[in-house]
């Protein structure tokens, strides 16, 4: 035992006081309202980038039906210009030569063309 003058003893029982054990939020008030606003900012923004996306893709889209109808109405102008550019007469003979090619391949290499 270690020698203790009388005056630092104590006179009792210590009496302590009673932990407030209430759980307690894990971010404060505050802080949840802040993450939410930017929650709120992050998708009011790529919303916003997506409907942009999507009227860029409909002008696209517009851009290629005018391509289309464009190409439509020369392919009309131009079966309506063929007979009439396509009827010129020609004359002169026309020659039809017909070939033909016969070959038979027989054992150890043996093979035999005709021509015609």
């Known amino acids: 035992m270690v020698a203790v003058l009388r005056e630092h003893l104590p006179t009792?029982?210590?009496i302590y006081q009673p932990r407030d054990l209430t759980p307690q939020p894990l971010l404060d008030a505050r802080a949840q309202r802040l993450a939410a606003g930017g929650l709120l900012a992050g998708g009011v923004g790529f919303g916003g980038g997506q409907l942009?996306?999507?009227l860029g893709t409909a002008v696209s889209a517009l851009a290629g039906l005018g391509s289309?109808?464009?190409w439509?109405?020369?392919a009309v102008v131009a079966s309506r210009l063929a007979?009439?550019?396509l009827s010129?007469?020609?004359t002169g003979t026309v020659h039809h030569h017909t070939t033909n090619?016969?070959?038979e391949?027989?054992?150890f290499g043996r093979t035999t063309t005709h021509v015609r």
Do not use: K, Q
């Open 12 to 14: 009792g029982p210590t």
């Open 52 to 54: 942009l996306v999507g």
């Open 68 to 70: 289309v109808v464009m």
């Open 72 to 74: 439509a109405a020369v």
């Open 83 to 85: 007979p009439a550019v």
């Open 88 to 90: 010129t007469s020609r």
């Open 101 to 103: 090619v016969t070959a």
């Open 105 to 107: 391949s027989r054992w």
